[in-house]
């Protein structure tokens, strides 16, 4: 009965607890082009809602700071377990994102989406799930 009894208080603890795998990233361009601003945060390890939220407000401050109207701020990336990788071109003028299983396959990806219409494109950032 003990073993029961236990059993279900984890299932209950298990089920009460958001699960925290979750990532996010939240890019703002304004209507001008990525030329004219460009803004974007993610949030990993967090339940979905709360990486999808907590992307969202950090992209709008970035927006606020970047001067990029944060309005323009919008989720372009949920996922579960796996690599996020942003990549710049050198004169700012464009941008790319990627999310892959590994660190590598994010990172090409990222700087192949950026080099459709940026020069010299480098990765700026890579995080990976936990």
């Not at 919008?74 to 994102?97: H, M, N, P, T, Y």
Request: glycine share 8%.
């Amino acid at each position: 009965m003990k073993k029961i009894v236990f059993s279900v208080l984890l299932l209950i603890a298990a089920a009460a607890s958001p699960a925290r795998a979750d990532g996010a990233l939240a890019v703002g361009i304004p209507d001008e082009g990525i030329q004219k601003g460009f803004a974007y945060a993610f949030k990993l390890n967090l339940a979905a809602d709360d990486a999808r939220k907590e992307a969202l407000a950090a992209c709008w401050e970035a927006a606020t700071k970047n001067k990029v109207p944060p309005g323009k701020c919008r989720i372009v990336e949920s996922f579960k377990k796996g690599c996020l990788s942003v990549a710049l071109d050198k004169k700012g003028q464009w941008a790319g994102w990627a999310v892959a299983k590994d660190e590598k396959t994010s990172q090409t990806r990222a700087v192949g989406r950026c080099k459709t219409g940026g020069i010299s494109c480098a990765v700026a950032e890579t995080e990976c799930e936990k």
